[in-house]
């Protein structure tokens, strides 16, 4: 596998929200209240032009294999950041590439100067929680800052300091 992790970009757009989309279908998670629905899904390039948010795609010769990122959601400390949209095709499971998207964000965190992130996910996504509990993420009580997505019922947190 020549993979290559670079920034978003506009031409991404379209490919990724159906990479995204299909990836809540597959797991039976497409409802409201979660990314499937939100307009800037398919907008993505434009959304992570904020300060101090990036996103990470994985491409493999010209095919867009998913991505993750980090951004400054709303209402959280100063310190943390969330990590979102941490999506990808079935074929590039479980192969480690999502455990690089990850580090790759965590190490942009970092250079940010965060000390935390955060993200929020779903019972469905049972083999994500697994992943994110192995790379330290631990599982909290309640959610943090305002994402707008309702339909997650499991939040994680992770020191990265």
């Not at 920034?7 to 995204?20: G, T, Y």
């Not at 959280?76 to 990590?83: I, K, P, R, S, Y």
């Not at 100067?113 to 993420?137: H, P, Q, S, W």
Request: with cysteine; proline share 3%.
């Amino acid at each position: 596998m020549n993979i290559i992790i670079r920034e978003i970009q506009p031409e991404d757009n379209a490919e990724l929200a159906r990479v995204i989309r299909k990836a809540l279908e597959e797991f039976k998670a497409n409802k409201p209240g979660t990314v499937y629905f939100d307009k800037s899904t398919d907008h993505l390039s434009d959304l992570f032009q904020v300060e101090n948010s990036v996103y990470f795609v994985a491409i493999e010769d010209t095919k867009l294999l998913g991505g993750a990122g980090i951004f400054p959601t709303e209402g959280l400390d100063a310190d943390t950041v969330e990590l979102v949209k941490m999506y990808l095709r079935p074929e590039a499971r479980g192969k480690g590439l999502g455990k690089t998207l990850i580090l790759k964000c965590i190490e942009y965190a970092k250079s940010k100067g965060y000390k935390r992130i955060y993200l929020e996910t779903m019972n469905e996504l049972d083999k994500a929680v697994i992943a994110y509990e192995k790379l330290g993420f631990q599982l909290l009580s309640s959610p943090l800052g305002n994402s707008g997505h309702h339909s997650c019922e499991l939040w994680m947190v992770k020191n990265i300091d």
